[in-house]
């Protein structure tokens, strides 16, 4: 037995995510089912078998039970051995075990047979007693190759399952909208010219982009922030775009006072913004204006980002980045949160935002 | 050296102005704040140098220098554009990243003034006038180049795209052979086939066959068919 447990675990964890608690279970599982069907079995014999019963019968319904259960332990130890193999690399050695177990089966039975008669060359019943085992060990072994298959099936779903968790984690970490580093080193160049020019000024802006910065590696580790925070950042960053467009971009806050304690996800209005400046007002010679509104509305915060501008065609950034936001707003809020992008006749694209309020109090992280 | 300096942001084209300042040979010409503006002032300045900014609102400064008819020397500023910045490696064009250091100013500024004393003791090509277009910008895909045209060797139609050989480069174009044939000179430039329009500098040797047509071979060794009607043509341009 012991060399079997050892033999046993190897195997069972050889294919990478079955925990060694569902190995255990299953090693139990096999135990109690091999004596059950196989005590069974010897008491069905016993109960049916023509002639008088006794303790002849009993011990020859043992010894051939007895044998089946120790030949198919020994199937078992193989299978084991061979985890990695498929059931067809394995053929071999069922075909083996078919003939070889009745065979050890039905030579036991006449040995007990000769052994309590006392006369050697009695016992008829071999070939049908072969055929008989040949199929009750075909049965053993469909039952337990089913039982296998489907085991190392739930394993692989369980695995896949879990992957399908770890790429979401990651899908979600590449999502999260980081900071342009285009735009940082375009600040940083701006504000070295900027420090000659106006000093109170740059001083002002280099500790915005410090909190900018902040903020954008915290909004690593957080789901969701407070909109106040995520104005804040929004503010920061504005301030600093401001440097690179001067008067050809005009800002203009409407945030209503219950809209601020709504949490949405960090850096979201950011890329709404980045969106509307890059696309839009960058292309008007003449610049525009950026309106930033939140309100709530029938359980729902709604956040309209809105540029001067046409609607930017099919430009592969705009459309990765708008996608990333919505894949995020989807991940956090599932699919009540939307994400529309569109343009008025008044030649100004509107970003809406919908975000739906938490219910209950246990939402949010 | 006539400097022009092309950039969306006002900051970034007074910190260039502002890092130029102490070299007394360069002589910033103008400033332009977006591509739109800068063909024009390329145009009108006619400068040795553009310090340019890939990156810009509308057209790009590749596409930009695409509209050029004569592309001078250009170093490309950028803050941080990957895309860009594999494109120069690639095609060893000059660059600079923002903020931009003095001491990489200047050995940019070095390698240009070394270029433009090359280009100034190289003949412009066997009898081009001084108007002629010297270079062009071409791009195919992420590699870009800036070609002489006297180094085209080979022009090959392939549908709407046109195959420019030249050194051990063959980047196909986006533009009609026969768009690209009005910006040849044509003393320089021969039109062998309805397909193929070949540099008469690079001819390496003329080959007649037998129903009259020429052969004509490159230096690269390769080998041009050039129609009958434009045989007649050739015979009299190199007075076989």
């Known amino acids: 037995m012991a060399m079997a447990d050892k033999v046993k675990i190897k195997p069972m964890t050889a294919p990478g995510a079955t925990a060694p608690t569902t190995a255990a279970n299953d090693g139990q599982a096999y135990y109690v089912a091999q004596l059950l069907g196989w005590g069974l079995y010897a008491a069905f014999i016993y109960l049916i078998s023509p002639g008088p019963k006794g303790p002849e019968l009993a011990a020859n319904a043992l010894v051939w039970c007895g044998c089946g259960l120790f030949g198919t332990h020994v199937l078992r130890i193989y299978v084991d051995r061979h985890a990695t193999h498929s059931v067809a690399q394995l053929t071999a050695g069922f075909a083996a075990a078919i003939v070889l177990i009745p065979a050890a089966m039905v030579s036991a039975q006449a040995l007990t047979l000769g052994i309590l008669n006392k006369q050697q060359g009695h016992y008829s019943g071999v070939v049908p007693h072969f055929f008989q085992a040949v199929l009750i060990i075909s049965l053993w072994c469909a039952l337990y190759f089913s039982a296998r298959e489907s085991r190392k099936r739930r394993a692989a779903e369980m695995e896949a399952l879990r992957l399908a968790l770890l790429a979401q984690v990651a899908q979600f970490r590449t999502l999260r909208s980081q900071l342009n580093p285009h735009f940082l080193f375009n600040c940083l160049n701006n504000l070295r010219e900027l420090v000659d020019e106006d000093q109170e000024r740059a001083k002002q802006l280099i500790t915005r982009l410090s909190d900018l910065l902040r903020y954008t590696l915290r909004a690593d580790r957080v789901e969701t922030v407070p909109l106040k925070e995520e104005l804040a950042a929004l503010e920061d960053y504005l301030a600093l775009e401001k440097i690179r467009f001067e008067e050809r971009l005009r800002l203009r806050y409407e945030v209503t006072p219950e809209a601020l304690a709504v949490r949405v996800p960090p850096m979201l209005l950011q890329t709404l913004a980045e969106n509307g400046l890059k696309h839009g007002i960058a292309k008007l010679p003449a610049g525009g204006e950026l309106s930033i509104a939140a309100v709530v509305s029938d359980g729902n915060l709604r956040i309209e980002v809105t540029n001067s501008g046409k609607m930017a065609h099919t430009s592969g950034s705009t459309v990765i980045g708008l996608e990333n936001a919505r894949e995020r707003l989807k991940l956090v809020y599932g699919e009540q949160a939307c994400l529309t992008l569109d343009v008025d006749s008044g030649e100004r694209v509107h970003a809406v935002v919908t975000i739906p309020l938490p219910t209950e109090r246990a939402t949010g992280t | ?240």
């Open chain 2, 1 to 240: 050296m006539r400097t022009l300096i092309i950039d969306d942001e006002r900051l970034a084209r007074t910190a260039l102005r502002r890092l130029l300042r102490p070299y007394k040979d360069i002589e910033v010409a103008g400033e332009a704040a977006n591509s739109e503006e800068g063909l024009r002032a390329i145009n009108r300045f006619k400068p040795d140098l553009v310090l340019m900014d890939v990156e810009m609102p509308g057209r790009n400064g590749f596409e930009l220098l695409e509209q050029l008819e004569d592309v001078p020397l250009v170093i490309f500023t950028t803050a941080f554009d990957t895309y860009a910045v594999k494109a120069f490696e690639e095609s060893a064009l000059d660059y600079l990243m923002k903020p931009i250091s003095s001491e990489r100013l200047e050995a940019a500024l070095d390698r240009a003034r070394k270029a433009l004393a090359a280009a100034a003791a190289r003949p412009a090509g066997a009898g081009a006038s001084g108007s002629a277009p010297r270079q062009i910008f071409v791009r195919d895909g992420k590699r870009c180049w800036i070609v002489r045209l006297a180094d085209i060797r080979l022009l090959e139609s392939e549908g709407n795209y046109t195959r420019l050989h030249f050194g051990e480069d063959a980047p196909l174009v986006f533009r009609s052979l026969s768009a690209l044939e009005q910006r040849l000179t044509p003393d320089l430039f021969f039109r062998s086939n309805r397909s193929q329009v070949i540099n008469l500098q690079w001819i390496e040797s003329v080959h007649n066959e037998i129903d009259g047509r020429l052969v004509v071979k490159l230096t690269k060794g390769e080998l041009i068919e050039v129609s009958r009607r434009q045989s007649q043509r050739l015979r009299q341009l190199l007075s076989l």
